[in-house]
């Protein structure tokens, strides 16, 4: 299902232009967001892990297909914060991702519209400083791979030229502990709601 739905976006990023080069309109953005009530979540551990607030950048490029419908790819990287009740450990990604959002024209001189928000993609994972108690031994903590990113949410143009997004969006990886020659892997869960503000500029 998720192999399938990143091979949909993509078809869509590739073919759209060719039949909407003539009325289709480019735009992109820089962003900086912040994400907050991080969870992240440890198969081989009790419960989730909060996670302090991490700041991102990131920028986007959409394709007009349709005058309300958008489709486009994007790169955003959040900054390491670190995960409450793990010592010193700190956790971050780069996300790589397709998207798509349909604008609602608000006929507002202040807020022009508002839009769905959908992304799809793949997140690599940063870890810093992690270190678990196994068994009275410490063990070391590193990434074992990457994996899925994916988020949805809703934002706005303000002024025709100021963004304003929320997110909630989920990261998947997974982990391998290390202790005496032995290693162990878990599969590890990240989320978290985000806020983004921008700037767009048409093309």
Same mark, same amino acid.
């Given at each position: ?35 907050? /009530? ?5 198969? !081989? ?5 909060? #996670? ?15 005058? /309300? ?24 990604? *780069? ?22 928000? #959908?992304? +799809? ?15 009275? +031994?410490?063990? !070391? ?12 949410? +809703? ?10 997004? +929320? ?8 982990? !391998? ?7 162990? *892997?878990?599969?590890? *869960? ?14």
């Amino acid at each position: 299902m998720k192999k399938s739905l990143l091979a949909v976006l993509l078809a869509v990023a590739i073919v759209a232009p060719v039949f909407a080069a003539d009325k289709g309109a480019m735009e992109i953005d820089g962003k900086i967001g912040a994400a907050f /009530a991080g969870k992240v979540d440890i198969d !081989k551990m009790d419960g989730k892990n909060d #996670v302090d607030p991490n700041f991102s950048l990131g920028a986007d490029f959409f394709y007009y297909v349709m005058p /309300a419908l958008a489709v486009g790819a994007g790169v955003e990287h959040l900054f390491n914060a670190k995960i409450k009740k793990a010592g010193d450990a700190k956790l971050g990604y *780069t996300n790589i991702y397709l998207q798509a959002k349909y604008d609602f024209e608000l006929n507002n001189d202040i807020f022009n519209n508002i839009y769905p928000l #959908v992304r +799809v993609g793949y997140g690599i994972t940063s870890l810093s400083d992690a270190k678990i108690d196994a068994g009275g +031994v410490d063990a !070391k903590m590193d990434v074992e791979s990457n994996g899925l990113y994916w988020a949805v949410g +809703v934002g706005t143009t303000i002024k025709e030229h100021f963004l304003l997004e +929320v997110l909630y969006f989920m990261n998947k990886s997974s982990f !391998k502990a290390t202790a005496m020659g032995a290693k162990e *892997t878990s599969n590890v *869960t990240f989320s978290a709601v985000k806020v983004n503000i921008g700037y767009k500029f048409a093309l």
